[in-house]
């Protein structure tokens, strides 16, 4: 399970000065749920996601990771957190295999385990075509692949995706969208963040708009028709964030 409890987060910047990148935010998700963080760029989005895998300490508010607090107990969060970040890197001299048993074993995993786990993500994300090519030579969707499975290979309880389908072709980010989902229907806790709005219409169980570090609407898909008046996920976006000038005004910042 997720508890985030009125996380905020601030930066000094040069030239912008004091940031409020992340404002008071709290919400929950359960074991077998997606909760979808939507919101437009520099929305929050990241800086939620950083906090909640210890990447990043909170300015102020808390949050408790798989039973654990991430201020008090941040190694144990992380050995039950999986975090896909858009920045997630990979070496381009080792193959997808040794790519990911190496993580493997930086998670404490002895070698059986290793061997049979990369089998299970292999099948699950169609990667036994290039498990052992170098990774310097793949394409944008194989790198994606490659990067979900060194994220999961210790099988976390609390899976964390950020854009986890930015820039991949249709077919490639369908597959990834079927993986989450089967990870959901295995009792995993799943985050996941976008701008794209027919992902969270599909996908999520929960869906938090969150606008300028703010959470502005919650809800299921069916909750937040109901209170927008809307069935389109984009204009109940543009809604709960202040209608179109106030998203554009966001984007310009
Ligand atoms: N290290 C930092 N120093 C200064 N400002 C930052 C820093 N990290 C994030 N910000 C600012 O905080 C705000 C939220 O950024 P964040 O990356 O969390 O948004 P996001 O929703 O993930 O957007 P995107 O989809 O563009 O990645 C933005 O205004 C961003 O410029």
Redesign the pocket.
């Known amino acids: 399970m997720i508890e985030a409890r009125q996380l905020t ?1 601030t ?3 040069k030239k ?1 000065g004091l ?4 404002g008071d935010v709290s919400f929950t998700c359960q074991p077998g749920r997606i909760y979808g ?1 939507l ?12 906090m909640l895998a210890t990447l990043l300490k909170p300015t102020s508010g808390a949050c408790t990771v798989a039973g654990h607090d991430t201020a008090t107990a941040p190694e144990k969060v992380r050995a039950n957190v999986g975090f896909l970040a ?1 920045s997630t890197a990979l070496y381009g001299r080792l193959s997808a295999r040794e790519m990911i048993a190496y993580f493997g074993r930086l998670n404490g995993m002895d070698e059986p385990a290793i061997v049979a786990r990369i089998r299970v993500l292999a099948d699950e994300l169609g990667m036994h075509d290039f498990l052992d090519r170098r990774c310097d030579k793949f394409s944008t969707g194989m790198k994606q692949k490659t990067s979900i499975a060194r994220t999961l290979i210790h099988d976390p309880a609390v899976m964390i995706f ?2 986890p389908t930015l820039g991949l072709d249709v077919m490639t980010a369908r597959a990834i969208v079927k993986f989450v989902r089967q990870c959901r229907d295995r009792g995993k806790t799943v985050i996941y ?1 976008t ?1 794209v709005m027919s992902v969270v219409e599909k996908l999520c169980d929960t869906i938090g708009i ?1 606008h300028g ?1 703010k959470l502005v609407a919650e809800g299921t898909l069916a909750e937040l028709q109901t209170r927008f008046g809307e069935r389109d996920m984009e204009e109940i976006f543009v809604q709960a964030v202040g209608g179109e000038a106030a998203l554009a005004a966001a984007l310009k ?1």
């Open positions: 987060k930066f000094k910047d912008r940031i409020t990148a992340v963080l919101g437009a760029n520099g929305a929050g989005k990241t800086t939620t996601l950083r858009a950020d854009e963040s701008h969150i570090g910042d």
